[in-house]
C-alpha cells in the first residue's frame, strides 16, 4: 500500500479512535470516555425567525467554557468549528471538540462532532484555520498531576479530525510555581507562525494576573500532514510577559497576505475589573519584534476636583471605561480595527468616598487605526439582572475581501423575556459598516428567539457568539451555543449552532447615530495611530539565518536623515543600503540581497541624527 494511503488511513482510523473511545487520564490509569448523546432535535419553531440557514455542530450541557473565535473558514469553504462540550450536568468531564461543515454536501462530517484533547477537562476553546483547511484549536486542559496550562493542537491533514495536542513550556515563577496561564487566543499569520496570548488563571493562587504571549511554528512531516507545534523559548519558558489585567479581554489578529500581527488588551486603571483602556502592540515581522504598547482609548481622566469647586453633576459623568471584551482585525490595506465593549464612568460626590462604575449599561465602539477614531456601533441603557454581564457585549468583527465591509456581530439582551433565575434573554445581532467603520448601521437580530417560554428546556438564549474572520461569496459564518436555560443553574443539553446568513439580509440603514466616547466634548491629547513609531528602533533582520535575502526594519520618530550600511566582521564595507536620505516617521523596511556574498556574519548599521544602532546578521547558503 503507498505510504500516502496507509497515513490516510491511520488518519481515519485516529478519527473514529477519538470520537468512540477518546483517551483520559486519571490517577494514571487510561479510561476511556462515552460517546456523547446523539444531537437532540431542534425545536425549530422556537426558530422560526432567524437570518439564513442553521446547522448543528454538537451539544454541550450547561454554558460550556468557549470563548473567541470558534468559527473559521479556508479558501475551499470549508467550516471548522470548536467549542467545550461538556459530557454530563456535572460540567465535569469537559472536552475541547471540533466539526467540520462541507459546502459540498451542505452538512457537519460528524453527528456530535470529535474530541481534541486528551486531558481530564479542556475550556476557553477557540481556534484558527489555515487557508488550507488546517485547524489549530487552542484551549486550556488540566492534566492529572499538573495545573491548568493553555494548549493548542495541529490537525493530521487538512479537515481531518485527528489532533495532536501540545502545551508551550510551563512558566515558572521564581522558578519554584508552575503559572497557571489559561483563556487562550490565537491566530496564524501569512507565513504559518501561530500567535497565542493568554493570561494567569483569575482562580489560581497568584493575586496579579499577567497577561502573556507565546509563539509556535506548526511541523509538517514530508508529505505534509500535520505532526507537532514548535514553540520559540521566551524570557518564560515559551511566554513572554506583556502586562498585568483583571479581566481576560484580549484578542489577536493577523494579516491574510503580510507578516504584520496586531494584539489588543484591557490594561486594568486599577484594581476594578471594570476600569480599563485598550492597549496595543504591532509586530510587522510575524512576531519576532513587537514595538512598544499603544494607548487607544486614552480615556479623559476623571476631575475629582471638580465638585468641590463647582458641584456640578456633570463632574460625575466625564468618561468611559473599556471592560468583558474585544475583538480585532486587519483588513485588506493591514490596517488594524478593534471592537470592544465599554460602560460609562462616574465619580461620586465625596459623600460616597470613591470611584464606582455603573454596571449593565454599555456600548460597543470600533476603532480604526487608519482614521485614529471610535464609532459606536451598538448601545443600550436597562438593566440585565445578571452579575458581569452588560446590555450589548462580546463584539466579534468579520471583513468581506471583496467589498471591504465590515462586519460585528455581538450578543443584545431582551428587555422582557427572562430566564429561570430572573436573567435576561439575549440574541445574536450583525451590524455592518460600508465606510472603514466610520459609521455603522442599526444591528440586524439574525436570531430573534427571545419571545418564548422561560422554563428550562425551553429557553432560547444566544451566547459564545462568534463569527468567523472573512465572509465568503455571499455569506457570513456565524457559532454560537443556545442556551434552553438561559443562563439558570438547571443543567440543559444545548445544540452549539452554526448558521450560515446571506450578507445582503444585515440591513446597511439606518445609521447608528454618533456618540463620542469622551463626554462633554472633553479630549485629552490625540490617538497616536500605531503606524507612527513612539521611539526609534532598530530590530532583528527576518529571515535570520537567510538565503539569499533578508528584510531590515526599522522605526523613525521623527523626519531625518538615514544612512544604512553592511559590513563583515573584519569592519569592512561591503553595501550601502540607505546613503543619508530624508526619511518621514514611520515604520521602514529595506531589503538586503547576500546572492554575492559568501556564508558568514555580517553586521548591519543604522544611523540618523542623535542616534545609531547595529545588530548581526547570518547568511547561511
Known amino acids: 500500500m503507498p505510504r500516502k494511503w496507509f497515513i490516510l488511513l491511520l488518519t481515519s482510523l485516529a478519527t473514529v479512535h477519538l470520537l468512540w473511545s477518546a483517551p483520559e487520564y486519571e490517577s494514571g490509569k487510561r479510561t476511556s470516555i462515552s460517546r456523547p448523546a446523539a444531537t437532540p432535535e431542534l425545536s425549530w419553531n422556537h426558530l422560526d425567525d432567524y437570518v439564513g440557514t442553521l446547522d448543528t455542530a454538537g451539544t454541550t450541557y450547561g454554558i460550556a467554557q468557549s470563548c473567541g473565535r470558534m468559527i473559521d473558514v479556508d479558501n475551499s469553504g470549508r467550516i471548522s468549528v470548536v467549542w467545550a462540550n461538556s459530557l454530563n450536568t456535572s460540567g465535569d468531564p469537559r472536552y475541547a471538540f471540533y466539526n467540520m461543515w462541507d459546502p459540498s454536501g451542505r452538512n457537519f462530517f460528524d453527528p456530535v462532532g470529535i474530541r481534541i484533547d486528551a486531558s481530564t477537562r479542556a475550556g476557553c476553546v477557540c481556534q ?41 513550556t510551563w512558566c515558572f515563577d521564581g522558578g519554584q ?26 482562580g489560581g493562587s497568584r493575586s496579579e494576573l499577567g497577561f502573556y504571549y507565546s509563539r509556535g511554528v506548526p511541523q509538517f512531516d514530508g508529505d505534509g500532514y500535520g505532526i507537532d507545534i514548535i514553540w520559540d523559548e521566551m524570557s518564560c519558558g515559551d511566554f513572554e510577559l506583556w502586562d498585568m489585567v483583571r479581566v481576560r479581554a484580549y484578542d489577536v489578529a493577523c494579516s491574510r497576505t503580510s507578516e504584520r500581527c496586531a494584539v489588543a488588551w484591557c490594561h486594568p486603571l486599577d484594581d476594578s475589573p471594570a476600569n480599563g483602556e485598550i492597549y496595543l502592540r504591532i509586530s510587522e515581522d510575524g512576531g519576532l519584534n513587537w514595538n512598544a504598547p499603544i494607548n487607544v482609548t486614552r480615556w479623559t481622566p476623571w ?9 456640578d453633576i456633570a463632574c460625575n459623568r466625564d468618561t468611559f471605561r473599556a471592560c468583558t471584551d474585544m475583538s480585532i482585525l486587519l483588513d485588506e490595506s493591514d490596517f488594524v480595527h478593534i471592537a470592544f465593549t465599554a460602560t460609562p464612568f462616574y465619580h461620586y460626590i465625596p459623600e460616597d468616598s470613591g470611584e464606582y462604575m455603573s454596571l449593565n449599561k454599555s456600548m460597543i465602539y470600533h476603532w480604526s487605526e487608519e482614521t485614529d477614531n471610535a464609532a459606536l456601533v451598538a448601545n443600550d441603557w436597562y438593566d440585565v439582572g445578571e452579575a458581569r454581564q452588560l446590555n450589548v457585549q462580546s463584539p466579534c468583527l468579520a471583513l468581506d475581501p471583496q467589498t471591504g465591509a465590515l462586519y460585528c456581530s455581538y450578543r443584545q439582551y431582551d428587555t422582557v423575556t427572562h430566564g429561570e433565575h430572573g436573567f435576561r434573554m439575549a440574541d445574536a445581532c450583525v451590524a455592518v459598516s460600508t465606510d472603514g467603520g466610520a459609521h455603522w448601521a442599526v444591528g440586524t437580530n439574525v436570531t430573534n428567539t427571545n419571545p418564548n417560554p422561560v422554563f428550562p428546556g425551553e429557553g432560547m438564549h444566544e451566547c459564545n457568539i462568534s463569527l468567523a474572520s472573512v465572509a465568503t461569496d455571499s455569506f457570513l459564518h456565524m457559532e454560537y451555543l443556545l442556551d434552553k436555560n438561559g443562563g ?34 472633553w479630549s485629552d491629547a490625540p490617538i497616536a495611530s500605531a503606524r507612527v513609531p513612539q521611539q526609534f528602533a532598530l530590530y532583528q533582520n527576518y529571515p535570520n539565518p537567510f538565503n539569499p535575502t ?10 531625518t536623515n538615514i544612512s544604512l550600511r553592511v559590513y563583515n566582521l573584519l569592519g569592512q564595507e561591503i553595501a550601502i543600503l540607505l546613503n543619508n536620505q530624508p526619511l518621514s516617521a514611520g515604520v521602514h523596511k529595506v531589503s538586503f540581497s547576500g546572492f554575492n556574498y559568501p556564508s558568514g556574519v555580517y553586521i548591519y548599521r543604522l544611523e540618523g541624527t542623535n542616534f545609531a544602532d547595529s545588530r548581526k546578521m547570518v547568511l547561511l547558503k
Not at 133 to 141: E, I, T
Not at 177 to 202: F, R, S, T, W
Not at 303 to 311: K, L
Not at 550 to 559: A, E, G, H, V, Y
Open 128 to 168: 484558527t484555520t489555515s487557508p488550507d483547511g488546517f485547524c489549530f484549536p487552542a484551549f486550556h486542559q488540566l492534566v492529572s498531576g499538573y495545573t491548568y496550562h493553555c494548549a493548542s493542537a495541529i490537525d493530521y491533514c487538512a479537515c481531518g479530525g485527528a489532533f495532536t495536542a501540545t502545551e508551550p
Open 177 to 202: 510555581m508552575e503559572v497557571e496561564i489559561i483563556g487562550p487566543k490565537i491566530d496564524m499569520d501569512a507565513n504559518g507562525a501561530l500567535h497565542v496570548i493568554a493570561c494567569e488563571n483569575p
Open 303 to 311: 476631575d475629582s476636583d471638580c465638585w468641590d469647586v463647582t458641584h
Open 488 to 521: 439558570g443553574e438547571t443543567w440543559t443539553l444545548n445544540p452549539v449552532i452554526y448558521q450560515r446568513i446571506p450578507k445582503d439580509e444585515i440591513a446597511a440603514t439606518p445609521i447608528l447615530p454618533d456618540y463620542p466616547m469622551h463626554w462633554n466634548g
Open 550 to 559: 533578508t528584510t531590515i526594519q526599522f522605526d523613525l520618530l521623527q523626519q
